[in-house]
């Protein structure tokens, strides 16, 4: 039986089971890959129809475009403590709802319009400023922007999945989750996505190949920390561990191991000149929603709690490649990685645990 037919069979099962996670572990266990596919929640959501956006600087706008585009919404609410801001994207676009599907934008400056979203997503956080530019100054600063800004949210919209792209996103997640005690499976950081994105674009861009035909993910911190997993790169079926000498260690011949900077520093590169990052993070977070819109789902490498998984014995929040549907995260893969991989794992967990225990929440 080829890999695929045994998903079949056991999204098939699960469906059936509607997502039952008693009876996965007797059936589908049989199958050696149930165990890598750990259940997380059993949740379903009715069709996405509101969802908000908190925060309508570069990143707020740019999500907001790509919601409208792609049709995931048809009631989008922008939310700005600066409420003329808020107020100034949300008319821009409804000027032109003609050519978004007809859908209603609405401004927001304290919450009450986010009543009653299917999904809500953060994006409202600090720039670095003043005499402590440090890292962690920032990380505070935008917590205490989610202590005020989220309670309120939650209260407003109980059963909503929060996804959260304020940085560092990890720990914001971390945070959220501490502040309002919502589950796991819907609060979490579309994390690694993106970086698993620029990493098959990357060794797409190598290969002269289209970057969607190349499998492999990122894990771990969405950050400096984050580990490409080599060894699960595939290409039509072929591991590219199996025909690259040294992929990207060792002695790496063709300097495969330069994409791992570059997957880290690819945010910053663009940083460096527009002076801030949108429109990848955009599509990644489009993405996400549409995995959540659809009937299907999709594996995606995003962030949680994932104590318990892949050898992380904390309750630290990184990615992992994980099922998404339509209520969040429904399962998250155990991926087979070779002992430097999990090493590195190891080691990006612990940097995100001391920046958790860091936090005043
Ligand atoms: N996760 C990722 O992959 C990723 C990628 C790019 C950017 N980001 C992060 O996204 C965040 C936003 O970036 P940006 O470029 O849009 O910043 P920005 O400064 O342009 O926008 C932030 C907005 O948040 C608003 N805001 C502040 N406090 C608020 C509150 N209490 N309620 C509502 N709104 C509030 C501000 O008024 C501002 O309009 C940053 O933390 C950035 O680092 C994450």
Same mark, same amino acid.
């Given at each position: 039986?080829?890999?695929?037919?045994?998903?079949?069979?056991?999204?098939?099962?699960?469906?059936?089971?509607?997502?039952?996670?008693?009876?996965?572990?007797?059936? =589908?266990?049989?199958?050696?890959?149930?165990? =890598?596919?750990?259940?997380?929640?059993?949740?379903?959501?009715?069709?996405?129809?509101?969802?908000?956006?908190?925060?309508?600087?570069?990143?707020?706008?740019?999500?907001?475009? %790509?919601?409208? @585009?792609?049709?995931?919404?048809?009631?989008?609410?922008?939310?700005?403590?600066?409420?003329?801001?808020?107020?100034?994207?949300?008319?821009?676009?409804?000027?032109?709802?003609?050519?978004?599907?007809?859908?209603?934008?609405?401004?927001?400056?304290?919450?009450?319009?986010?009543?009653? #979203?299917?999904?809500?997503?953060?994006?409202?956080?600090?720039?670095?400023?003043?005499?402590?530019?440090?890292?962690?100054?920032?990380?505070?600063?935008?917590?205490?922007?989610?202590?005020?800004?989220?309670?309120?949210?939650?209260?407003? =919209?109980?059963?909503?999945?929060?996804?959260?792209?304020?940085?560092?996103?990890?720990? %914001?997640?971390?945070?959220?989750?501490?502040?309002?005690?919502?589950?796991?499976?819907?609060?979490?950081?579309?994390?690694?996505?993106?970086?698993?994105?620029?990493?098959?674009? @990357?060794?797409?861009?190598?290969?002269?190949?289209?970057?969607?035909?190349?499998?492999?993910?990122?894990?771990?911190?969405?950050?400096?920390?984050?580990?490409?997993?080599? #060894?699960?790169? #595939?290409?039509?079926?072929?591991?590219?561990?199996?025909?690259?000498?040294?992929?990207?260690?060792?002695?790496?011949?063709?300097?495969?191991?330069?994409?791992?900077?570059?997957?880290?520093?690819?945010?910053?590169?663009?940083?460096?000149?527009?002076?801030?990052?949108?429109?990848?993070?955009?599509?990644?977070?489009?993405?996400?929603?549409?995995?959540?819109?659809?009937?299907?789902?999709?594996?995606?490498?995003?962030?949680?709690?994932?104590?318990?998984?892949?050898?992380?014995?904390?309750?630290?929040?990184?990615?992992?490649?994980?099922? &998404?549907?339509?209520?969040?995260?429904?399962? &998250?893969?155990?991926?087979?990685?070779?002992?430097?991989?999990?090493?590195?794992?190891?080691?990006?967990?612990?940097?995100?645990?001391?920046?958790?225990? #860091?936090?005043?929440?």
């Amino acid at each position: 039986m080829t890999l695929r037919q045994l998903m079949r069979l056991n999204m098939a099962h699960f469906r059936a089971k509607a997502w039952n996670t008693k009876a996965m572990s007797t059936k =589908s266990a049989k199958s050696c890959f149930a165990k =890598s596919m750990k259940p997380m929640k059993q949740f379903k959501r009715p069709r996405i129809s509101k969802i908000s956006v908190v925060g309508a600087g570069q990143v707020g706008t740019a999500i907001s475009a %790509m919601l409208l @585009l792609r049709n995931l919404t048809k009631n989008l609410v922008i939310l700005d403590i600066n409420y003329e801001l808020a107020q100034a994207e949300a008319l821009d676009f409804q000027h032109a709802s003609a050519f978004l599907n007809d859908a209603r934008v609405v401004p927001c400056g304290d919450s009450t319009n986010s009543k009653n #979203s299917d999904v809500v997503i953060i994006t409202a956080g600090a720039r670095p400023s003043g005499k402590d530019r440090s890292r962690l100054a920032a990380m505070q600063k935008t917590v205490e922007i989610l202590k005020k800004a989220v309670p309120k949210l939650v209260d407003l =919209s109980p059963d909503a999945t929060f996804i959260i792209i304020s940085n560092p996103a990890d720990v %914001m997640t971390y945070a959220v989750q501490r502040i309002t005690n919502l589950p796991k499976h819907r609060c979490f950081t579309t994390g690694c996505h993106l970086d698993t994105v620029r990493f098959r674009n @990357l060794i797409a861009n190598r290969l002269r190949l289209p970057p969607s035909q190349v499998h492999g993910y990122v894990i771990g911190e969405h950050g400096a920390s984050a580990v490409p997993v080599w #060894s699960s790169v #595939s290409i039509a079926g072929i591991r590219l561990n199996d025909v690259v000498k040294n992929l990207a260690c060792g002695d790496d011949p063709e300097n495969w191991a330069k994409i791992n900077k570059q997957v880290t520093t690819g945010g910053l590169a663009v940083a460096k000149t527009k002076g801030y990052t949108n429109w990848a993070i955009a599509l990644t977070c489009a993405d996400i929603v549409q995995a959540m819109s659809g009937g299907k789902g999709k594996i995606a490498c995003v962030g949680t709690d994932m104590k318990g998984l892949s050898g992380i014995q904390d309750n630290v929040v990184l990615s992992l490649p994980c099922l &998404v549907t339509s209520g969040g995260i429904s399962h &998250v893969f155990e991926l087979p990685l070779t002992d430097v991989e999990q090493s590195k794992l190891m080691a990006s967990a612990n940097i995100l645990l001391e920046a958790q225990c #860091s936090l005043s929440i």
